[in-house]
Nanobody, 123 residues
Framework: EVQLQASGGGLVQAGGSLRLSCAAS????????IGWFRQAPGKEREGVSC????????YYSDSVMGRFTISSDNAKNTVYLQVNSLKPEDTAVYYC????????????????RGKGTQVTVSS
């Protein structure tokens, strides 16, 4: 059974940090791109960051570049998203998802999608 479990969300003040985790199981982790996506109330889902577990290639959206860092521990089948310098506009439910390479890292393209973890940033 495929599972993607996002965790690590919470309530933080602006300027604070969190580390989100995405634990994967049930598929060959090394052959997949793992992406983080977020959706704020009343807004469309947005791609935040992606990482290729094969070659380590990463992508960041302009809105998080320089503040968020994605990393992967292939031994633990876990992808992390370190989120720093949080802003109120980062408030959203954060989801992780996986797509087998080669493929685009976009929500409609993902093979597997997990439930989200809530990040709330207070001003």
């Amino acid at each position: 059974e495929v599972q993607l479990q996002a965790s690590g969300g919470g309530l933080v003040q602006a300027g604070g940090s969190l580390r989100l985790s995405c634990a994967a199981s049930g598929f060959n982790f090394d052959d997949y791109v793992i992406g983080w996506f977020r959706q704020a109330p009343g807004k469309e889902r947005e791609g935040v960051s992606c990482i290729s577990n094969r070659d380590g290639g990463v992508y960041y959206s302009d809105s998080v570049m320089g503040r968020f860092t994605i990393s992967s521990d292939n031994a633990k089948n876990t992808v992390y998203l370190q989120v720093n310098s949080l802003k109120p506009e980062d408030t959203a439910v954060y989801y992780c998802a996986a797509v087998r390479m080669p493929s685009y890292c976009s929500w409609p393209s993902m093979d597997y999608r997990g439930k989200g973890t809530q990040v709330t940033v207070s001003s």
